[in-house]
C-alpha cells in the first residue's frame, strides 16, 4: 500500500487504472489491493510530506549540509528543465508541472 501512495502522491487521488497504467509492470490487482484503500490511511499530500521529510532525514544521516542540497538541486533543475517528459507521466507530476 504504502509503495503505491508514495510514488502515486504528485497525481492526487485518481481512478486505481492512472495509476496502474503508471505502474504497468506490477498486477492491476495488486494495485487495486493498495489503492484506494491508501488515501483512507493517509491523503496524497501526507504521503508526499512522508517521502519529503524521510528524504530530508536521510540526507542529514549521511552529513549533507543545506549548501550541498542547493547545489544538488540547482543541478537537478537544470537537467530536470532539459529533458523531455514525453512518455514520463511520474517526472510530469512530481517535477514538471511547473516546467514549461
Partial sequence: ???????????????????????????????????PAAWDVASPTDALRARQESAVAALCRYGVTDDDAVAAADLAEKAARSAPIDGRPLFRGECGAGLA
Avoid at 2 to 22: C, D, I, L, M, N
Fill in 1 to 35: 500500500m504504502g509503495y503505491f501512495a508514495a510514488r502515486s502522491a504528485p497525481f492526487g487521488v485518481v481512478p486505481t487504472a492512472v495509476v496502474t497504467a503508471t505502474f504497468y509492470n506490477f498486477a492491476p490487482e495488486r494495485v487495486a489491493k493498495a489503492l
